[in-house]
């Protein structure tokens, strides 16, 4: 259409804890590249009296000659400036729930734009809005739903699964761990000290489950439920991600000073979807694996052990990890089974 772009970046808010926005950004040279914008970035002075700040909190356009800068031009548009563009433009994209975000062109033109298209991009503002909204509605719910529920549950979700008894019947690595002695510190703790100090610790686990492939499912008080879905790579594969994302909890309660803790390893079939009543759903996982799991971090609790595992998560890894602490009855089984300890060095991850 005759405007000499060189940069586009359109910037949409997402609901999420860690980020205030997601966007693209595209040039000729590249391809369209995603980005996103964490939540510190909103405070920083990349984003305070910026021109992407002016057009969120004003609701106007802004734009300004890259090669007329002054001393009191904001440092974004200096960088464009030192890189060769020579016009900027930035137009807001209103949504319908009153959410203003910037769309930002830029041109390397040495004459900048003509006011023809000044007015052909202002012209965009309706309805790149209408075609954006409903992208950036469903990102933000595919943000919204990972953050609750994790990256598996809500990729079940919506796909379909949103049923009273959409279940699933799989083979997963269950991890449980628990903080030890939560109730006496919660009685002498203050409640922002003991909010902190868990806050660390669900963030610990949360971090090494996702970095080995696995998923949060609960937050049960002081507990962390995860579990890791057996695949094509077999159950040792999910086992021994399970113990490397233990492994990795370790070495962080040494080195950022976290609570101690317990935590018990299983693996077997389970059901996963959801369970609740009619109006009141859970995504959640159930089964005898699950109930067994609970068990065993009972058991690691009175041994003193750090982590326990089953025999039959045993069995899918490596003998030199774990050594055994004995017979116990385990409710729900008939016998007794014999309950492994398990070594999680960070060096166990082979």
């Known amino acids: 259409m005759g405007v000499p772009l060189h940069r586009l970046r359109i910037a949409m808010r997402v609901d999420n804890p860690l980020l205030t926005a997601w966007g693209i950004v595209w040039g000729p040279e590249t391809a369209a590249e995603i980005f996103t914008i964490s939540q510190a970035l909103r405070e920083s002075s990349t984003y305070v009296g910026s021109p992407s700040q002016h057009v969120m909190e004003t609701g106007t356009w802004f734009r300004r000659r890259l090669d007329q800068l002054g001393p009191e031009d904001h440092t974004v548009l200096h960088e464009l400036a030192g890189v060769g563009f020579a016009d900027y433009l930035a137009i807001p994209v209103t949504f319908a729930n009153g959410i203003i975000q910037p769309a930002v062109f830029a041109t390397r033109h040495g004459s900048g734009f003509a006011d023809s298209h000044i007015a052909l991009i202002n012209g965009l503002c309706v309805p790149l809005s209408a075609a954006l909204e409903a992208i950036a509605m469903r990102r933000s719910t595919a943000s919204l739903l990972a953050t ?19 279940i699933v019947e ?29 806050g660390r610790y669900f963030e610990a686990v949360a971090d090494a489950v996702r970095a080995e492939g696995g998923d949060v499912l609960k937050f049960l008080g002081d507990g962390v439920l995860s579990i890791f879905q057996v695949t094509e790579d ?71 052990e750090t982590v326990v595992c089953s025999e039959t998560f045993a069995s899918a890894v490596p003998a030199t990890l774990t050594r055994t602490i004995g017979r116990s009855a385990i409710k729900g089984l008939d016998g007794e089974h014999e309950v492994f300890a398990m070594a999680v060095e960070r060096d166990s991850r082979a």
Not at 148 to 166: K, M, N, S, T
Not at 193 to 198: G, V
């Open 148 to 166: 609750f529920l994790g990256e598996g549950p809500a990729a079940h979700v919506q796909a379909g699964a949103i049923h009273r008894g959409d």
């Open 170 to 198: 799989t083979e997963a690595a269950i991890l449980l761990t628990d903080m030890r002695g939560f109730t006496p510190l919660s009685l002498v703790s203050p409640p922002s000290q003991l909010l902190a100090t868990l």
């Open 234 to 304: 077999g159950r040792t594969a999910a086992c021994t991600a399970a113990v490397r994302a233990v492994s990795r909890v370790v070495a962080s309660a040494r080195t950022e000073d976290l609570p101690p803790f317990v935590a018990a390893l299983h693996v077997g079939p389970v059901m996963y979807g959801n369970i609740g009543s009619p109006t009141r759903l859970d995504f959640t996982v159930v089964g005898t694996a699950v109930n067994i799991v609970s068990r065993l971090e009972g058991i690691a609790k009175a041994s003193g």
